[in-house]
């Protein structure tokens, strides 16, 4: 919903939006994922659900919801978001004068924590952890600035760079946020 100005009742707004009894503007492009079944009913009043698009997921408080219920999105988007901090500090951690070890610091400190933002409560599967680990190995052959041609194994990369696995830091998040949820008062 988007609250923009007052205005008279059941008037149709300049961005087609409907007004309430109250002058509240409410948006009808708002993607939901729902069924056409579902009623929804917004501050009281029953919405026709024909009127909304239907979608598969959004954007809800900085988390991706899927209508399914998967994390899929959440974690591309959460790699997406980790590729444009990685981006964004390519004038660091391409630079060749600078030493290997800033460049590990640079990329644990900014690029790593936003790839794993709120991963403690994701179930670490096989499939997340490739992706994660994809996206880390291209970001530091790209860093060192070494090709799959030349045939240099991601373990010596890793190796060069001080980094452990992103999938082993994943992992060892789950317990801690696990931690957390026990010692939380009921």
Same mark, same amino acid.
């Given at each position: 919903?988007?609250? %923009?100005?007052?205005?008279?009742?059941?008037?149709?707004?300049?961005?087609?939006?409907?007004?309430?009894?109250?002058?509240?503007?409410?948006?009808?492009?708002?993607?939901?994922?729902?069924?056409?079944?579902?009623?929804?009913?917004?501050?009281?009043?029953?919405?026709?659900?024909?009127?909304?698009?239907?979608?598969?997921?959004?954007?809800?408080?900085?988390?991706?919801?899927?209508?399914?219920?998967?994390?899929?999105? %959440?974690?591309?988007?959460?790699?997406?978001?980790?590729?444009?901090?990685?981006?964004?500090?390519?004038?660091?951690?391409?630079?060749?004068?600078?030493?290997?070890?800033?460049?590990?610091?640079?990329?644990?400190?900014?690029?790593?924590?936003?790839?794993?933002?709120?991963? %403690?409560?994701?179930?670490?599967?096989?499939?997340?952890?490739?992706?994660?680990?994809?996206?880390?190995?291209?970001?530091?052959?790209?860093?060192?600035?070494?090709?799959?041609?030349?045939?240099?194994?991601?373990?010596?990369?890793?190796?060069?760079?001080?980094?452990?696995?992103?999938?082993?830091?994943?992992?060892?998040?789950?317990?801690?946020?696990?931690?957390?949820?026990?010692?939380?008062?009921?």
């Amino acid at each position: 919903m988007v609250v %923009e100005e007052k205005k008279e009742p059941g008037k149709s707004s300049k961005d087609d939006g409907m007004v309430d009894e109250k002058g509240t503007i409410v948006d009808k492009n708002v993607d939901l994922p729902i069924d056409n079944e579902t009623a929804v009913k917004i501050r009281g009043k029953d919405v026709d659900v024909n009127e909304l698009r239907r979608t598969d997921y959004f954007k809800y408080l900085g988390s991706t919801l899927s209508a399914d219920g998967s994390l899929d999105h %959440e974690v591309v988007a959460h790699i997406n978001a980790a590729w444009m901090k990685w981006r964004a500090m390519t004038r660091v951690l391409c630079d060749k004068k600078i030493p290997d070890r800033f460049k590990s610091k640079v990329y644990r400190a900014v690029v790593r924590s936003v790839a794993l933002y709120g991963a %403690e409560c994701w179930p670490a599967t096989k499939r997340r952890e490739r992706r994660l680990s994809v996206m880390e190995t291209k970001m530091f052959r790209w860093t060192a600035g070494i090709t799959r041609a030349d045939r240099i194994r991601k373990e010596k990369i890793r190796v060069r760079f001080g980094i452990a696995p992103i999938a082993d830091k994943l992992r060892e998040s789950c317990p801690r946020w696990y931690g957390h949820f026990l010692r939380a008062k009921p």
